[in-house]
């Protein structure tokens, strides 16, 4: 979902850390977290758990950004 | 995660509603939404975003009992 990566990246900005720095720390592979900023994965729970501790956040912290309801486009 | 379903389920029961009745407002299975409440799936970010929506609450309040680091059992 585009909105959770748009959140992510910009919690990972406000920190002053590299895609690589917190992949390592997630132990994920940079690739896999640059794709799930841009919205291409539909990231697990136990994913969402890692990154969010590599990020020193709480994982519903990384989920706070999510819109309630989809705005369906025509 | 085990916190996950722990978690969902007492929200589900809190706001007294079936396994079912909360899988057909996701757009889910019963069957494999007892799973996610029972802990065996690593459910998706998209289908949290489901079950939250169908419990009436921001995906972000489901994942507020995750602690924020796994307890190693020997």
Redesign the interface.
């Known amino acids: 979902?585009a909105a959770?990566g748009t959140a992510l990246r910009e919690l990972r900005h406000d920190r002053l850390l590299t895609i690589e720095a917190v992949a390592e720390a997630a132990g994920l592979h940079p690739n896999y977290l640059g794709s799930v900023e841009r919205g291409e994965r539909?990231?697990?729970?136990?994913n969402?758990?890692r990154i969010?501790?590599a990020l020193g956040l709480?994982?519903?912290?990384l989920?706070?950004e999510?819109p309630?309801?989809k705005v369906k486009h025509s």
Chains 1, 2 share one sequence.
């Not at 539909?42 to 136990?46: A, M, P, Q, T």
């Not at 709480?58 to 912290?61: E, I």
């Open positions: 979902m959770f539909n990231v697990s729970l136990f969402i758990w969010a501790n709480p994982a519903a912290a989920l706070d999510l309630p309801r």
